[in-house]
């Protein structure tokens, strides 16, 4: 009877149950008031969220809470996103929250996410399709405003480090409206020159500011971009789609340009390296074959060559005897076993003929007594009608010509009269 009754803990695992397999509950992005806030010695923290009519549980743990760039506090604003679910112990729902920013960007951090989302699901920011930065580039192409602090920390770090590399400016909004599509124009520009690698950026300033960074058409111009491209958009904290979707993310302009070239000083250092290890390798790889040419200079057999040749020679001809030695030996040791061989063949030989002669005789001896011709010198005759023996009179006819063979010839008549004994 008891057995329709549920637990406490059954109901509320199936509830977060519900919750954790509902996919509008996975990733919700909500904007509220702190309440009841506690900063917890494990780091996580714990508040309420709440607008003027209603209320909800949060707990945010600290992998994420570390990632917070401000101290949150009771009476924020704030916009997160997490997931709706269940808390067993309480059976109390509540969000768990994964990113948390102060209000005041509104919709522009939902737009972020949402196409940050897309962009990731897309494979936009897999690294199998970034593409690397060439070491030595010959042609620099700069994506930015044309005045600005961006385009001469670029240029003055390009020529700091690598005068080698030709920098060309392709000047660009970089703000306001007619930004995005300037920037997508201007990067598909530099995709129809000769460039080996395109600088995108510009100095820092507020979500707004930096927008067009974060529009899709300028996402996929980069991803679609044939040169690699290093985004280098704001300040060290700040991070746009841009930056995720380019071959390199760059914390500054400055920055960019240090990851686009090499140091020269530094080049040129590694050259002297280089050429003290190779100096130092070539005089120990000298050093080894003079000490080997010593050695064999003063060695025994360079000095007395001959002893060489002599010891051979002599070697020689010991195994010179000893071959004429085992030939001999072979020699003689096959004349005795041929001469033995050859009289035991003709002692066979003379044996079988012997042997076959006797049975010869016999046979022929058996065959003369069997032969018809034998028969024929003791006065007996054979009679034939066209080739066939005539056995029985009743085969003769008046009128057949019959030949009859004696011992010394053949008689041919012709049959007058067939006369049958009884």
């Not at 100095?203 to 529009?215: K, P, Q, R, V, Y």
Request: charged share 25%; glycine share 6%.
């Amino acid at each position: 009877m008891n057995d329709k009754y549920l637990t406490v803990s059954q109901i509320n695992k199936y509830i977060k149950y519900k919750f954790d397999s509902d996919q509008n509950l996975n990733t919700v992005y909500l904007k509220g008031e702190i309440s009841n806030f506690k900063n917890h010695t494990s780091g996580h923290l714990y508040f309420t969220l709440k607008d003027e009519s209603s209320r909800i549980l949060a707990v945010m743990f600290k992998s994420n809470a570390m990632k917070v760039n401000f101290n949150p506090a009771d009476g924020d604003n704030v916009l997160v996103v997490g997931r709706i679910s269940c808390y067993e112990a309480n059976g109390a729902y509540q969000i768990y929250v994964d990113e948390m920013l102060q209000d005041g960007i509104g919709n522009l951090y939902v737009e972020f996410e949402k196409l940050k989302k897309k962009l990731n699901e897309k494979g936009y920011f897999k690294e199998e399709y970034k593409k690397p930065i060439p070491r030595f580039p010959k042609k620099i192409g700069v994506i930015t405003a044309s005045t600005g602090a961006a385009i001469r920390d670029i240029i003055t770090t390009i020529n700091r480090r690598y005068r080698l590399a030709e920098v060309i400016l392709l000047p660009s909004l970089v703000q306001g409206e007619g930004a995005k599509e300037d920037i997508v124009k201007n990067i598909k520009l530099a995709n129809s020159l000769d460039l080996d690698v395109i600088i995108l950026g510009r100095g820092g300033g507020s979500i707004e500011d930096l927008w067009a960074f974060n529009e899709e058409i300028v996402a996929d111009a980069i991803f679609n971009s044939t040169i690699p491209i290093i985004s280098a958009v704001g300040h060290e904290i700040d991070f746009t789609i841009s930056d995720y979707v380019a071959d390199l993310r760059a914390p500054t302009p400055t920055a960019a340009a240090e990851l686009a070239v090499p140091n020269t000083t530094n080049l040129i250092n590694d050259i002297k390296q280089n050429e003290l290890r190779l100096i130092k390798s070539i005089n120990n790889k000298l050093e080894l074959c003079k000490n080997k040419l010593d050695a064999l200079l003063g060695s025994y057999i360079l000095k007395n060559p001959v002893s060489i040749y002599e010891t051979k020679m002599q070697k020689l001809d010991v195994l010179t005897d000893k071959l004429v030695m085992y030939t001999n030996s072979l020699v003689d040791s096959s004349s005795s076993k041929f001469k033995t061989l050859y009289e035991k063949l003709n002692i066979y030989i003379n044996n079988l003929i012997d042997t076959k002669g006797y049975k010869f005789t016999s046979l022929i001896d058996k065959l003369e007594a069997l032969s018809p011709i034998k028969t024929l010198k003791r006065g007996y005759s054979i009679t034939t009608y066209n080739d066939n023996i005539i056995t029985n009179i009743n085969n003769l006819k008046v009128g057949f010509i019959i030949k009859t063979k004696i011992d010394n010839g053949e008689i041919t008549s012709k049959v007058m009269e067939v006369k049958v004994e009884k």
